[in-house]
C-alpha cells in the first residue's frame, strides 16, 4: 500500500468507504472508546475539526472495544453517545478491532508506518503502560495500538506524519495539525 487513500473501511451502517475520497484532506484518524478515562478527549477533538474543517481537515473516528471492553455498544448507542454528550460533527466508522488477527487493516498500516514510543514520562503513563500490557500480550506481534484514542496525522498527499498516543496533550496534537494546514 502506498498510503492511506488506499484503503477501504466501513461507515456506521456497513458501507464501503474509499479513503481516497479524502484525498488532498488532512486527516487525524483516531481509535475511539466511549467509556475511557481519555473518552473527554472528543471534546477538543471537536473543537478541532469545528476550527480546521474549512481548511480541508477530516477526523476519523473509529470505535474500538479493544481495551478493557470500554466501547461495548453498537455503532448506533456510540453514535448518540457521541453527539448528545460531545457534540460531534466529524466521520464516525464502524467499531473495528485495531489489534490481533482481525485487526483492520488500515491500523496495522498506521502503525507500521508510526510504531509505538512509550506513553511518556510520569506516574500516570507508567500505570497505563503497565495495564497496556496486561491487556495486550493476548495480541502477540499484532498489538499495534496500546490504548483508546491513539491518533495518527496524515498530510495532504496520505502520508502518516506523526502518532500521537493518549498521553500526549491536545495542544501539541492541535498544533502539528494546523502545521500540517
Not at 512509550?118 to 506481534?141: I, Q, W
Not at 498516543?165 to 495542544?171: I, L, N
Amino acid at each position: 500500500m502506498a498510503n492511506v487513500y488506499d484503503f477501504t473501511v466501513k461507515d456506521r451502517e456497513g458501507n464501503e468507504v474509499n479513503l481516497g475520497e479524502y484525498a488532498g484532506k488532512v486527516l487525524l484518524i483516531v481509535n475511539t472508546a466511549t467509556g475511557c478515562g481519555f473518552t473527554p478527549h472528543y471534546d477538543p477533538l471537536e473543537a478541532m475539526y469545528k476550527e480546521f474543517r474549512d481548511q480541508g481537515f477530516e477526523i476519523l473516528d473509529f470505535p474500538c472495544n479493544q481495551f478493557a471492553n470500554q466501547a461495548p455498544g453498537s455503532e448506533e448507542e456510540i453514535h448518540t453517545f457521541c453527539t448528545m454528550k460531545f457534540g460531534t460533527e466529524f466521520p464516525q466508522f464502524a467499531k473495528i478491532d485495531v489489534n490481533g488477527e482481525d485487526a483492520d487493516p488500515l491500523f496495522a498500516y498506521l502503525a507500521t508506518e508510526k510504531p509505538f514510543e512509550g506513553f511518556g514520562k510520569g506516574l500516570k503513563n507508567a500505570a497505563l503502560n503497565k495495564f497496556s500490557d496486561m491487556n495486550n500480550k493476548k495480541f502477540g506481534e499484532k498489538a499495534y495500538i496500546r490504548w483508546n484514542f491513539t491518533k495518527f496525522l496524515v498530510n495532504r498527499r496520505g502520508e502518516v506524519v506523526a502518532r500521537f498516543e493518549p498521553t500526549v496533550d491536545m495542544k501539541e496534537v492541535r498544533n502539528a495539525v494546523a502545521k500540517e494546514l
